[in-house]
């Protein structure tokens, strides 16, 4: 499939839970989350049914999101199925690895091809302040399964001023001796992140060469998504950079979003989505379903409106949260 700009749109991101044990500062409230009913969620042959007619019109790759996947029951018989559809040829998981050492050997088995790791820190207090939550010692021994395992794993830590300043060099020495990539993720303008001070990617990368020496421009594709990626002399794995407002990548951008409420958004920024979900309840076929897809696909705007000097834009991205939506 293509957009309006030439854009091909081969990978899907699919919600299948708001639900998380974590609170982490960025993405909801400590307390009284008004978490969706389970009717109002796409049920998981729901989410299949959307995931093949995407498939034949060109979705390749999947990630499964959340709030945290992993909370949903039945989500690896799920995932297996995912990896069953034809014409997808690589199904993966954001996870914040709370649930990680419990299920990883029936993910593997389920077919996963690899996993993110929402990660800020190694330091337990600061984890403790970021996630309110005590889940810091299973999280670190969910981390250290997926790499004994041997699976593909990237690290995904979004610096906040304020939090975790100090952690940036320990948390880039994870890829120092495993084959792991760390990405640095830019904070979002979304929902509770509006309170929030980012530490600018600029910032990061001085910390890191200064610490470790020259980064290095990596040519290499390492995925589907908008990381622009560096090694390090010594490193056994990749650093990485998700800079989604200093550095906007939406000229590349290859995705769309399906939440667990059913809605298909073909821009995290953006109010253009379609309700599958009214579509598959009202008795829509599979002809008429894929026509609506191609068009928002069609439609996916030039770029996120994150930056656009707009108090309208602004109000609208404070009501927005990431476990809603899908990280």
């Known amino acids: 499939m293509q957009d309006l700009f030439g854009r091909t749109i081969d990978y899907l991101r699919i919600s299948v839970t708001d639900r998380c044990p974590a609170r ?16 109002e969620i796409l049920s998981f042959e729901e989410m299949l049914r959307i995931s093949a007619l995407m498939a034949e019109l060109g979705i390749k790759k999947i990630k499964v999101t959340g709030g945290e996947p992993l ?12 990896t069953k559809i034809s014409g997808i040829e690589k199904v993966s998981l954001t996870t914040n690895a709370i649930f990680l050492d419990d299920h990883l050997s ?3 088995l389920a077919g996963i091809s690899a996993i993110n790791i929402s990660l800020d820190t190694l330091n337990e207090e600061t984890f403790r302040r970021i996630t309110r939550t005590n889940a810091f010692a299973k999280v670190c021994n ?4 997926a790499l004994d395992a041997g699976i593909q794993v990237k690290i995904n830590c979004v610096p906040i001023s304020g939090y975790n300043n100090t952690d940036i060099i320990q948390i880039a020495k994870l890829a120092e001796k495993n084959s792991v990539h760390v990405r640095f993720i830019e904070l979002m303008p979304l929902g509770f992140a509006c309170e929030l001070n980012p530490i600018s990617p600029g910032e990061i990368f001085m910390m890191l060469e ?6 290095l421009v990596c040519n290499d594709k390492l995925g589907a998504g908008p990381a622009e990626y560096f090694n390090i002399s010594g490193f056994s794995g990749k650093i990485g950079f998700i800079s989604a407002l200093t550095h906007t990548f ?3 951008c290859n995705r769309v979003r399906l939440t667990s409420a059913g809605m298909l958004k073909p821009c995290l920024a953006s109010d253009i989505n379609i309700d599958i979900k009214s579509m598959l309840r009202g008795g829509a076929g599979d002809f008429e379903i894929k026509d609506a897809i191609k068009k928002i696909i069609f439609e996916k705007p030039p770029a996120h409106n994150f930056t656009a000097d707009n108090k309208i834009h ?12 899908g990280g």
């Open 24 to 39: 982490c500062i960025y993405c909801m409230p400590d307390a009284n989350v008004n978490w969706l009913h389970h009717s």
């Open 71 to 82: 909370a949903r029951r039945g989500v690896i018989p799920f995932i297996e199925r995912l």
């Open 106 to 108: 029936s993910l593997i």
């Open 142 to 145: 969910g981390l250290a399964a």
């Open 210 to 215: 200064k610490e470790f020496g020259k980064l």
């Open 250 to 252: 939406c000229a590349l």
């Open 314 to 325: 602004a109000d609208v991205h404070k009501r927005r949260f990431m476990y809603r939506i």
